[in-house]
């Protein structure tokens, strides 16, 4: 194979008839346009095949470059693709292509005609790039990790080789959690999730295999248990690898048409959605009641508050993430995460800090707490404690405000799955209830301060809770709010093993946390079909994909089954983390007095069909918390003299 890099030094290779050769006779080209254009060419001689790749730079610089890559087999030209981006790599042998860009690896089929397959993204820029006899891919990246694909599409070795070789000196992060910050620096190819960069371990109970391999009811899929008709939306909660309704289908071939005159966001023009968007479509076709117009203006605001705002480092929201003016605590029953909102401390932080805080914590959901098909929504407790009159009117509480509430509403919409709203003043909470639309009542919960412990335990184990909202794991205190908090057992005492097994969030990559939407336009088909079989699927999940590949595909029931799909570097790391682990180093937490609380899978327990979203039993929980229990709050908030408690509209979140 050679290469060069102008294509004038090989056009013996290229055909007569290429249009783009420059003609000799013709003026030089002016400098300018000389410094926007790159050629050059790859060249595998045995098969005879040719790549021509033409870079240019577009005119606003916010697009960045595209390549246009031209396959020429004897001197005919056979194939033409453009993709964003700068070809920085390229591979041809064994009837494939193999070419990368800083943030996606490209493959090219020779073999009976020329088919592209779906990019692969990149965790962090391209090393070293061959292929190898027997159709191997070899893929050495900058974060000294080495990837061996079988180009027929199975993925054989993934690990790393820091402790095997020496690699020249690189300024790119070391720690494998900070490549997905490259990703980001062309918005439209950045992923669906991803963009932080951490610095921490994570919690020891952040991905406990009882959340990955949670079957979900029909309570946790659609609320209420079904999806509403044609024409009534709002109400499905999960979105990813499981089947789709037809008028969900028609609504994104609707937004596929209209991406087509939509060159601002999708710029290709062939109607495929922006990978930032690709698994959220659906979630913003649902918030935007299926008008396309809206769902456009929502990914407009996608790419201006998440992408263009990535990455986060964790180092410049530290501080700020220590607070406790929001944070995670805890899992419910359902295995969604709790998110905690003290308002109170809003008062501390600007509109940028603030705003800049909230979108680390909720992209840290999405990219390490949510399991596609399983796990995608979480739990959201609005704490008003200490907020007063004074507070409320102030223009940087509502400026902070708003911006949440656009990001919960607009970035992150289809994730809540409620809103519970404790310390309102009961006048407060009445005006507030009468001006919230019926469409969202079934979400919003005002609980009064009695009430808080009972509501919450309906919801969660008590050990998942703080004590001041009606459980036993200690308060957060001020400056101890990060690292999140995350304990085993959340959906009961005898969930998630005795002692509890160790998390999954060390072997669990990025494309796990994705899933893929079971989108069936043509070119969206493309990119899930090779891949999706390779998921940790539901039941409901395995028996669509199988029926949509034609296909027997087994669901994921149990943790070898899970570990088996992942790679072997990875599956022999957690069995050797799950072997030294002692029982001394995560017990099982006391369990309450005889509790009624689902365990193991709905279909074992009845839970799914008795109770909507696994909660507790009511009638036990009124037993334990009588009409006499009154709930104890610290006054550490106190309210201003001569004023009484109040609070912004959060009606919508």
Request: charged share 25%; with cysteine.
């Given at each position: 194979?050679?290469?060069?890099?102008?294509?004038?030094?090989?056009?013996?290779?290229?055909?007569?008839?290429?249009?783009?050769?420059?003609?000799?006779?013709?003026?030089?080209?002016?400098?300018?346009?000389?410094?926007?254009?790159?050629?050059?060419?790859v060249?595998?001689?045995?098969?005879?095949?040719?790549?021509?790749?033409?870079?240019?730079?577009?005119?606003?610089?916010?697009?960045?470059?595209?390549?246009?890559?031209?396959?020429?087999?004897?001197?005919?030209?056979?194939?033409?693709?453009?993709?964003?981006?700068?070809?920085?790599h390229?591979?041809?042998?064994?009837?494939?292509?193999?070419?990368?860009?800083?943030?996606?690896?490209?493959?090219?089929?020779?073999?009976?005609?020329?088919?592209?397959?779906?990019?692969?993204v990149?965790?962090?820029?391209?090393?070293?790039?061959?292929?190898?006899?027997?159709?191997?891919?070899?893929?050495?990246?900058q974060?000294?990790?080495?990837?061996?694909?079988?180009?027929?599409?199975?993925?054989?070795?993934?690990?790393?080789?820091?402790?095997?070789?020496?690699?020249?000196?690189?300024?790119?992060?070391?720690?494998?959690?900070?490549?997905?910050?490259?990703?980001?620096?062309?918005?439209?190819?950045?992923?669906?999730?991803?963009?932080?960069?951490?610095?921490?371990?994570?919690?020891?109970f952040?991905?406990?295999?009882?959340?990955?391999?949670?079957?979900?009811?029909?309570?946790?899929?659609?609320?209420?248990?079904?999806?509403?008709?044609?024409?009534?939306?709002?109400?499905?909660?999960?979105?990813?690898?499981?089947?789709?309704?037809?008028?969900?289908?028609?609504a994104?071939?609707?937004?596929?048409?209209?991406?087509?005159?939509?060159?601002?966001?999708?710029?290709?023009?062939?109607?495929?959605?922006?990978?930032?968007?690709?698994?959220?479509?659906?979630?913003?076709?649902?918030?935007?009641?299926?008008?396309?117009d809206?769902?456009?203006?929502?990914?407009?605001?996608?790419?201006?508050?998440?992408?263009?705002?990535?990455?986060?480092?964790?180092?410049?929201?530290?501080?700020?993430?220590?607070?406790?003016?929001?944070?995670?605590h805890?899992?419910?029953?359902?295995?969604?995460?709790?998110?905690?909102w003290?308002?109170?401390?809003?008062?501390?932080?600007?509109?940028?800090?603030?705003?800049?805080?909230?979108?680390?914590?909720?992209?840290?959901?999405v990219?390490?707490?949510?399991?596609?098909?399983?796990?995608?929504?979480?739990?959201?407790?609005?704490?008003?404690?200490?907020?007063?009159?004074?507070?409320?009117?102030?223009?940087?509480?509502?400026?902070?405000?708003?911006?949440?509430?656009?990001?919960?509403?607009?970035?992150?919409?289809?994730?809540?799955?409620?809103?519970?709203?404790?310390?309102?003043?009961?006048i407060?909470?009445?005006?507030?209830?009468?001006?919230?639309?019926?469409?969202k009542?079934?979400?919003?919960?005002?609980?009064?301060?009695?009430?808080?412990?009972?509501?919450?335990?309906?919801?969660?184990?008590?050990h998942?809770?703080?004590?001041?909202?009606?459980?036993?794991?200690?308060?957060?205190?001020?400056?101890?709010?990060?690292?999140?908090?995350?304990?085993?057992?959340?959906?009961?005492?005898?969930?998630?093993?005795s002692?509890?097994?160790?998390s999954?969030?060390?072997?669990?990559?990025?494309?796990?946390?994705?899933?893929f939407?079971?989108?069936?336009?043509?070119?969206?088909?493309?990119?899930?079909?090779?891949?999706?079989?390779?998921?940790?699927?539901?039941?409901?999940?395995?028996?669509?994909?199988?029926?949509?590949?034609?296909?027997?595909?087994?669901?994921?029931?149990?943790?070898?089954?899970?570990?088996?799909?992942?790679?072997?570097?990875?599956?022999?790391?957690?069995?050797?983390?799950?072997?030294?682990?002692?029982?001394?180093?995560?017990?099982?937490?006391?369990?309450?007095?005889?509790?009624?609380?689902?365990?193991?899978?709905?279909?074992?327990?009845?839970?799914?069909?008795?109770?909507?979203?696994?909660?507790?039993?009511?009638d036990?929980?009124?037993?334990?918390?009588?009409?006499?229990?009154?709930i104890k709050?610290d006054?550490?908030?106190?309210?201003?003299?001569?004023?009484?408690?109040?609070?912004?509209?959060?009606?919508?979140?």
């Open positions: 194979m050679e290469q060069s890099g102008e294509s004038g030094e090989s056009d013996s290779e290229m055909s007569e008839e290429d249009p783009d050769r420059p003609d000799p006779s013709a003026s030089p080209p002016r400098a300018k346009k000389q410094e926007q254009q790159e050629r050059r060419h060249v595998d001689n045995e098969s005879g095949v040719a790549l021509l790749l033409e870079t240019r730079r577009g005119r606003r610089p916010r697009r960045g470059r595209n390549t246009t890559v031209r396959a020429w087999r004897f001197g005919n030209l056979v194939w033409e693709y453009k993709i964003r981006g700068r070809v920085e390229t591979a041809v042998a064994e009837g494939f292509v193999a070419f990368a860009t800083r943030a996606a690896l490209h493959l090219l089929s020779t073999v009976g005609g020329y088919l592209l397959f779906p990019p692969m990149l965790d962090s820029p391209v090393l070293q790039l061959d292929i190898r006899a027997g159709g191997f891919l070899v893929v050495l990246g974060d000294s990790g080495l990837r061996v694909v079988d180009l027929r599409g199975r993925l054989l070795v993934q690990t790393v080789l820091r402790h095997f070789c020496e690699l020249p000196a690189l300024d790119y992060p070391a720690r494998e959690r900070a490549c997905t910050a490259t990703l980001f620096e062309e918005a439209h190819a950045a992923p669906a999730i991803g963009g932080l960069v951490l610095t921490q371990a994570l919690h020891e952040t991905l406990p295999p009882e959340v990955v391999l949670y079957e979900p009811s029909a309570h946790d899929i659609h609320r209420g248990g079904a999806p509403l008709p044609e024409g009534k939306t709002g109400n499905r909660l999960i979105f990813l690898n499981v089947p789709l309704l037809d008028f969900e289908q028609k994104l071939q609707s937004l596929h048409d209209a991406l087509k005159d939509e060159k601002a966001l999708a710029p290709e023009g062939d109607g495929v959605i922006p990978s930032y968007v690709r698994l959220h479509a659906l979630r913003i076709l649902q918030q935007s009641k299926l008008r396309v809206k769902a456009l203006s929502t990914i407009a605001t996608h790419l201006e508050m998440r992408v263009q705002k990535m990455p986060v480092h964790e180092e410049s929201v530290l501080a700020d993430l220590k607070s406790g003016m929001m944070y995670w805890g899992r419910d029953r359902s295995c969604r995460p709790v998110l905690i003290r308002m109170e401390k809003i008062s501390k932080f600007d509109a940028d800090r603030a705003t800049r805080m909230i979108l680390f914590i909720l992209e840290f959901a990219r390490y707490l949510m399991v596609p098909g399983r796990v995608e929504n979480w739990v959201l407790i609005v704490d008003l404690a200490g907020c007063g009159l004074s507070m409320a009117a102030a223009s940087s509480f509502r400026t902070v405000c708003r911006n949440v509430t656009r990001l919960l509403e607009e970035v992150y919409c289809g994730r809540n799955f409620t809103t519970k709203i404790f310390h309102m003043p009961s407060v909470r009445a005006i507030v209830n009468s001006l919230i639309p019926e469409d009542k079934s979400k919003v919960d005002f609980v009064a301060d009695a009430d808080i412990a009972k509501s919450m335990r309906l919801m969660c184990e008590p998942q809770l703080e004590e001041q909202y009606g459980g036993t794991a200690p308060n957060v205190r001020e400056g101890e709010a990060f690292p999140f908090r995350f304990f085993p057992h959340c959906r009961g005492p005898k969930s998630g093993g002692p509890p097994l160790p999954l969030h060390d072997v669990a990559d990025r494309s796990f946390h994705e899933g939407s079971l989108d069936l336009f043509e070119k969206a088909q493309a990119i899930w079909r090779p891949f999706v079989a390779h998921q940790p699927l539901t039941k409901i999940g395995a028996e669509t994909v199988s029926k949509l590949l034609a296909e027997k595909v087994a669901p994921t029931e149990t943790l070898d089954q899970w570990l088996a799909l992942q790679s072997p570097d990875a599956a022999g790391k957690y069995t050797a983390h799950k072997v030294s682990a002692g029982p001394a180093e995560a017990q099982a937490p006391a369990a309450e007095p005889d509790p009624v609380s689902p365990t193991l899978s709905n279909a074992e327990t009845g839970a799914g069909e008795a109770a909507e979203s696994n909660e507790m039993d009511k036990q929980v009124e037993k334990e918390f009588g009409s006499s229990l009154v709050k006054e550490v908030f106190p309210i201003l003299e001569e004023e009484t408690k109040a609070a912004c509209c959060v009606c919508s979140l």
